[in-house]
């Protein structure tokens, strides 16, 4: 979608244009006005415009003047002229501006239509040549390497893709990987101190182990690897398809593992210990397969250098395992912490999708449920200024007297009222905090009704120009233009009213240099001229 800006020093005909035109179905979001040269470079400092439709005579700065700034600080920025004026010497110069299109006053809003129609057009050519550029293509290959080890970071912290994302991934970033394909984790180790090696130096060692490993497994396996947050190196395993999966693929890959452990310390002078895991499906077993993996190092390896262990040579069956969604990213914190709040009920939803399945486990899970989310409530309140009792009162200890008679439905119960809870609390605080802004935006501009400005306004509260717009727009319901012109409009009245005064003196108290301007401004508003208006008193 495009955004467009309209500016000429009639307001009647910006405001007429603004609504005449089908915006959306000519692709456009968003339309802008403007009423002089000078408002229309102030608003392009914080909105990205794509198309200019100027006037060339406006008092103050010309169309063509505009345009010119335009092209100094926007070059991608479309411009097209409307003018009454079909003089040589303004073709001449808007064609020396590289002005996409010259209309002659009156336009109709066909034409107008038509003429912006070919500009899109024209952009969306523009941009498509520029994604085929082969500059786009070498950096984004560039990126590759990188983008395939977030890729495995998202598959082993437990990110889902719908499966249609997940092919386009694979085929996007040129992985040879097979959806459901039987596949191995890798975990390494790496056992050195490297404490004291600089930060260049220890990425070129980590890069060397990636390539060791991957050409040691190369011929037989496809092979995509990353870095976890505990530091340890994960590589993916997969049989490439002319290699057979099952007993005699594992067996492969667990001498092929040993061979780059060998040749790591051979070449590298390092040691490592390395984990294999048990295969699982690619991706829907990533997860679980990593956990597999890391528990290995706490319970078997510990401290020991240069062990290595496969995860099928443990005999030890669990009754219980850890709830996987409950862990799964996005942790109900991470939701939490940016106030997530419908991605926060749909984890809930999926967490106790899965205890329904979880059988005699259930209550033990419901323990770990109840902490999880309390830990959240605490974390979130408690970075707002909150004690916890102040939201939930004593609702918060019903779920601390668990006795033999627990089931499920009391813990989903209370972990849904509390998500409504908190969401209101956030909600409410929220209300607030926009609320007491939008008045100290308000007295500032009544205060500073001369000089006001958007940037102004936006130095004063301490916050970004487009944010102060947006806001205005949402709390207020008019843009920040209008409200400001409404004030200046209404303490002229007042003024009008009150006071002998010249109507230049007037203009002036109410932020207009030029009387011309804020007559016809308030004849626009009112019907009348400020002269007219005080002669009917």
Same mark, same amino acid.
């Given at each position: 979608?495009?955004?467009?800006?309209?500016?000429?020093?009639?307001?009647?005909?910006?405001?007429?244009?603004?609504?005449?035109?089908? $915006? &959306?179905?000519?692709?456009?979001?968003?339309?802008?006005?403007?009423?002089?040269?000078?408002?229309?470079?102030?608003?392009?400092?914080?909105?990205?415009?794509?198309?200019?439709?100027?006037?060339?005579?406006?008092?103050?700065?010309?169309?063509?003047?505009?345009?010119? @700034?335009?092209?100094?600080? %926007?070059?991608?920025?479309?411009?097209?002229?409307?003018?009454?004026?079909?003089?040589?010497?303004?073709?001449?110069?808007?064609? +020396?501006? /590289?002005?996409?299109?010259?209309?002659?006053?009156?336009?109709?809003?066909?034409?107008?239509?038509?003429?912006? @129609?070919?500009?899109?057009? @024209?952009?969306?050519?523009?941009?498509?040549?520029?994604?085929? +550029?082969?500059?786009?293509?070498?950096?984004?290959?560039?990126?590759?390497?990188?983008?395939?080890?977030?890729?495995?970071?998202?598959?082993?912290?437990?990110?889902?893709?719908?499966?249609?994302?997940?092919?386009?991934?694979?085929?996007?970033?040129?992985?040879?990987?097979?959806?459901?394909?039987?596949?191995?984790?890798?975990?390494?180790?790496?056992?050195?101190?490297?404490?004291?090696?600089?930060?260049?130096?220890?990425?070129?060692?980590?890069?060397?182990?990636?390539?060791?490993?991957?050409?040691?497994?190369?011929? =037989?396996?496809?092979?995509?690897?990353?870095?976890?947050?505990?530091?340890?190196?994960?590589?993916?395993?997969?049989?490439?398809?002319?290699?057979?999966?099952?007993?005699?693929?594992?067996?492969?890959?667990?001498?092929?593992?040993?061979?780059?452990?060998?040749?790591?310390?051979?070449?590298?002078?390092? =040691?490592?210990?390395?984990?294999?895991?048990?295969?699982?499906?690619? #991706?829907?077993?990533?997860? #679980?397969?990593?956990?597999?993996?890391?528990?290995?190092?706490?319970?078997?390896?510990?401290?020991?250098? &240069?062990?290595?262990?496969?995860?099928? /040579?443990? =005999?030890?069956?669990?009754?219980? +395992?850890?709830?996987?969604?409950?862990?799964?990213?996005?942790?109900?914190?991470?939701?939490?912490?940016?106030?997530? %709040?419908?991605?926060?009920?749909?984890?809930?939803? @999926?967490?106790?999708?899965?205890?329904?399945?979880?059988?005699?486990?259930?209550?033990?899970?419901?323990?770990?449920?109840?902490?999880?989310?309390?830990?959240?409530?605490?974390?979130?309140?408690?970075?707002?200024?909150?004690?916890?009792?102040?939201?939930?009162?004593?609702?918060?200890?019903?779920?601390?007297?668990?006795?033999?008679? $627990?089931?499920?439905?009391?813990?989903?119960? %209370?972990?849904?009222?509390?998500?409504?809870?908190?969401?209101?609390?956030?909600?409410?605080?929220?209300?607030?905090?926009?609320?007491?802004?939008? &008045?100290?935006?308000?007295?500032?501009?009544?205060?500073?009704?001369?000089?006001?400005?958007?940037?102004?306004?936006?130095?004063?509260?301490?916050?970004? #120009?487009?944010?102060?717009?947006?806001?205005?727009?949402?709390?207020?319901?008019?843009?920040?233009?209008?409200?400001?012109?409404?004030?200046?409009? &209404?303490?002229?009245? /007042? *003024?009008? =009213?009150?006071?002998?005064?010249?109507?230049?003196?007037?203009?002036?108290?109410?932020?207009?240099?030029? #009387?011309?301007?804020?007559?016809?401004?308030?004849?626009?508003?009112?019907?009348?001229?400020? +002269?007219?208006?005080?002669?009917? *008193?």
């Amino acid at each position: 979608m495009y955004e467009i800006l309209i500016v000429d020093d009639h307001t009647h005909l910006v405001d007429s244009l603004a609504i005449g035109l089908p $915006w &959306e179905q000519m692709g456009i979001s968003n339309v802008y006005k403007a009423y002089s040269g000078e408002e229309a470079l102030e608003l392009l400092n914080y909105r990205s415009v794509d198309i200019v439709v100027t006037d060339i005579h406006m008092n103050g700065m010309t169309g063509l003047e505009l345009i010119a @700034r335009i092209n100094e600080k %926007w070059k991608n920025t479309k411009a097209v002229i409307i003018t009454g004026y079909d003089e040589f010497q303004y073709a001449r110069e808007a064609l +020396q501006q /590289q002005v996409c299109d010259y209309l002659l006053k009156p336009v109709s809003n066909e034409e107008l239509e038509q003429t912006l @129609r070919n500009i899109i057009e @024209r952009i969306t050519e523009e941009g498509n040549e520029l994604l085929n +550029q082969q500059k786009f293509v070498y950096r984004f290959r560039e990126s590759l390497p990188k983008l395939r080890e977030m890729f495995l970071f998202d598959l082993i912290s437990g990110k889902n893709y719908p499966l249609s994302d997940l092919k386009d991934k694979i085929h996007l970033y040129g992985l040879p990987f097979s959806v459901d394909r039987e596949a191995i984790l890798l975990c390494m180790r790496v056992e050195e101190d490297y404490s004291n090696t600089d930060l260049y130096s220890l990425s070129l060692i980590e890069y060397a182990m990636f390539n060791i490993v991957e050409e040691v497994f190369t011929n =037989k396996f496809n092979v995509m690897y990353c870095k976890d947050s505990h530091d340890y190196l994960i590589f993916l395993v997969q049989p490439n398809q002319a290699e057979p999966s099952g007993k005699d693929s594992s067996a492969s890959i667990e001498d092929l593992a040993r061979l780059s452990q060998h040749q790591i310390k051979l070449y590298l002078k390092s =040691k490592v210990s390395i984990v294999l895991s048990n295969s699982g499906g690619f #991706p829907k077993d990533i997860m #679980p397969m990593y956990h597999s993996a890391l528990s290995i190092y706490t319970d078997y390896i510990g401290y020991q250098t &240069e062990s290595f262990f496969h995860v099928a /040579q443990t =005999k030890e069956v669990f009754d219980i +395992q850890p709830l996987a969604e409950l862990y799964r990213s996005q942790t109900f914190m991470e939701l939490i912490d940016f106030e997530q %709040w419908t991605a926060f009920e749909s984890k809930l939803n @999926r967490i106790f999708d899965e205890l329904e399945g979880a059988g005699s486990g259930a209550r033990e899970y419901g323990v770990e449920i109840y902490v999880t989310l309390l830990q959240a409530y605490s974390y979130y309140l408690h970075k707002k200024g909150k004690r916890i009792f102040e939201v939930f009162g004593r609702d918060i200890e019903k779920m601390l007297k668990i006795d033999a008679s $627990w089931s499920v439905e009391p813990l989903k119960e %209370w972990a849904f009222g509390s998500y409504v809870q908190i969401k209101a609390y956030s909600d409410r605080r929220s209300d607030n905090i926009r609320s007491d802004l939008m &008045e100290r935006i308000r007295r500032f501009i009544q205060n500073n009704i001369i000089d006001i400005t958007l940037q102004t306004v936006a130095d004063h509260v301490n916050l970004h #120009p487009v944010y102060v717009s947006n806001l205005f727009k949402q709390e207020a319901g008019e843009n920040f233009s209008n409200y400001v012109l409404r004030l200046r409009m &209404e303490k002229a009245v /007042q *003024l009008l =009213k009150h006071k002998d005064l010249r109507i230049s003196q007037i203009a002036h108290e109410v932020g207009y240099q030029k #009387p011309q301007y804020f007559i016809k401004l308030f004849k626009t508003q009112y019907g009348m001229t400020p +002269q007219e208006f005080k002669n009917s *008193l």
